[in-house]
Structure formats: structure tokens, C-alpha cells
């Protein structure tokens, strides 16, 4: 049982090339950019006096890159989960949303709806890919109750949280923001998840694709 609440810092990974395309990722397995990595690096200082008992992370490389440097600075081992991957979309995989729209129009406007039954082929549905990672994120928190913990995952996943934690329904239309290796923080008890803050990008500042190496 979890007596106490356990803070959770929630963190989608760095920038990807894929990210830039608008390429559909998913469970394909993409590398941050070196941008990506930048983020990566002023995160970690962002959260260097973070009191973390534990960091975990999805298991696909942007987001084990990402939680790496936060580790690097709290000297503390990533727990790989794959709980915490990103949704699998199955033949939309390596598509731009553009190129989705062109080949699969009903696929396309279904998955726009944000239908929750619905799971493009080789895919998951919206239902069952928020049951996966939000069950990954409960076991987590019940590992540390009372204590901070990291989960550095994708922007479906964070997506699922923060509905979760605002009660907001998964077929509802997002109008919050999910920006890469931004700061987002939830509480999480036996009662379930509770906003605290949102997208903190603060420690981004200034950082553009021009300020590192191709």
C-alpha cells in the first residue's frame, strides 16, 4: 500500500530527428539529435539539487539518453521500464503526419478523433497503451512512497498522466503543452494522480539547434 505520497518528476526525452520531421516514432528505436542531447544535459543541471531517490525510463534510446545525464549527476542507475515506452502505432511508424493523412485518410481521422478503441495496425489503442503506462508509473511510485522519483518517458506517456491526474477523458482534445526535456510534476498516492506543474521549460532558455554541432 501506498501510506505516502510519492513525487513524481516526469520528463518527455530531448529532442529526436524524427521529433523535427514530425515523424510518427513510437516503438521505433531513435536517438536523440544533438540538440536533443543538449536538452538532456541542461535538464540535469536543472534537477542537480533534486532530492531523487530513483530514476526510471523507458527502455527505447531517447529517452535512456535523457535519463543517462540526469543519472550522471545524481550518481544514481536508471531502471530501465518498458512500461514507460512510448504508444506503438504500428504502420504509421516512420510517417510524417502529412504522409499519414495522404495514405491512410481513414486510419488518419480516426486516430485524430482520438478514438480510444482504435489501433492502427501493429499498433495499440489509446485504451490499452494508457492502462500499460500508467500501471508502469503506479508501481513506481508505490516503490518509493514519501520520496522523489524521476520517470523520463515519451509525450503519450506524460499525455496519459496528465489526464489522469486532471481527470480529463483520453478521447478529449489536448491543450496542454509536452515539449521536449521540460519539467512536469505530479503527486501520486492510493487516491491516484495530482497535477502539481506543468511544461517548465525555464532551464531551455536560449537553446536552439544553432548552438550545437550537426
Known sequence: MLEQATRLVLIRHGETAWNRATRIQG???????????????????ALADEPLAAIYASDLSRARQTADALA???ELPVRLDAGLRERAFGRFEGLSWDKIAQ???????????????????????LNSFSARC???????????????????AHGGVLDCLYRAA????????????????????????????????????????GLTADDVAA
Open 103 to 125: 495514405d491512410f485518410p481513414e486510419d488518419a481521422a480516426r486516430w485524430r478523433r482520438r478514438e480510444p478503441d482504435f489501433a492502427v495496425g501493429g499498433g495499440e489503442s
Open 166 to 205: 486532471t481527470r480529463v477523458a483520453l478521447e478529449a482534445p489536448r491543450s496542454w503543452q509536452l515539449g521536449n526535456a521540460t519539467i512536469n510534476r505530479l503527486l501520486a498516492t492510493t487516491e491516484g494522480f495530482t497535477l502539481v506543474g506543468w511544461n517548465d521549460d525555464r532551464h531551455l532558455a
Open 72 to 74: 550522471r549527476v545524481h
Open 27 to 45: 516503438h521505433t528505436d531513435i536517438p536523440l539529435s544533438p540538440l536533443g542531447l543538449a536538452q538532456a544535459e541542461r535538464l540535469a543541471e
Open 134 to 152: 500508467l500501471d508502469a508509473a503506479r508501481r513506481a511510485a508505490a516503490a518509493h512512497p514519501g520520496s522523489s522519483i524521476a520517470l523520463v
